[in-house]
């Protein structure tokens, strides 16, 4: 059985609506899936109802940013109270911090001579405020692109460009993440349920068997396991750590959007599909 377990709409960095996003996956042969919007809740109604009238079995999620001293890493949340006031308070409070964050970045930048309309580019983003549609934001006024084109000395520039180059910068804009606190997470966790999963750990290098079993003793239920961000041999050794330390294994796509490109490979769905059946324990998550 196909199913995902990490997808991003509009609410977050994805650019379909979760109705959209449904639909897409309907037609991919999805039959469980979680929207996982980064540090919001937002648009999990919308998909639930998407989702419910397209057969799909819909579980609530989310993806967010956790610091375990000085480790930083992501976590996906799965079958938590979505309607809990308390999450709904420390999200809240992470996307005021996030929305401080990146008005300073975009003033940074300005003062570096880009042209950015600070306020309205802020204002467009009711919750979280992601990295990727900022840079679009940015991209979108020529005077910026040239600016980027002439101090990189290239003509097509990648969204990873001006990422790397720019925005997390500190010469430049500086921008980080609005991390929480793991133990808040593990102590809301304990009123509101659900299970916790350490998602892509493959990215960054981040499979340290040993940060992974503090992470297990702190309440994490799970690895990612099946991700287009692993390379072979860190399934593998992603499979390996979850057997071994017991957890819950799972799949995603972080899919996003589809691109609008005559390539044949155009989004994560092209190449990558997970089926339930490799992950083990997976079945406590979707039932």
């Not at 390996?240 to 957890?247: C, G, S, V």
Request: charged letters at 25%; aromatic letters at 10%.
């Amino acid at each position: 059985m196909y199913i995902d377990l990490q997808l991003h709409s509009s609410y977050s960095d994805g650019r379909f609506s979760p109705t959209e996003l449904a639909k897409f996956i309907s037609r991919q042969g999805i039959k469980v899936a979680a929207l996982t919007d980064h540090n919001t809740v937002a648009g999990l109604e919308e998909f639930k109802r998407a989702c419910r009238s397209l057969k799909i079995k819909p579980i609530s999620g989310m993806e967010f940013y956790v610091k375990y001293g000085r480790q930083k890493f992501n976590l996906l949340w799965y079958n938590f109270d979505d309607q809990d006031p308390d999450l709904h308070e420390l999200f809240r409070a992470s996307q005021i911090r996030r929305r401080g964050q990146v008005r300073r970045a975009l003033e940074k930048l300005n003062s570096r001579g880009f042209r950015i309309k600070v306020n309205s580019t802020i204002d467009k983003y009711g919750h979280y405020i992601p990295v990727n549609k900022l840079i679009s934001d940015i991209l979108a006024d020529g005077h910026n692109m040239r600016k980027i084109q002439r101090e990189l000395m290239i003509k097509y520039i990648r969204e990873e460009d001006v990422l790397w180059n720019y925005m997390v910068n500190k010469k430049y804009a500086g921008l980080e993440e609005s991390y929480i606190d793991v133990k808040q997470i593990m102590d809301l966790k304990k009123k509101i349920g659900g299970q916790l999963v350490l998602n892509h750990p493959g990215k960054h290098h981040q499979l340290d068997k040993e940060i992974i079993y503090e992470l297990k003793c702190l309440g994490v239920d799970g690895l990612e396991v099946l991700s287009p961000h692993h390379s072979y041999s860190a399934v593998v050794h992603a499979q390996h750590i979850a057997r071994e330390l017991n957890f819950i294994m799972t799949g995603g796509s972080d899919f996003h959007m589809a691109e609008n490109s005559s390539q044949l490979i155009r989004n994560s769905w092209d190449y990558f599909k997970i089926d339930s059946k490799f992950l083990k324990g997976v079945g406590k998550i979707i039932g």
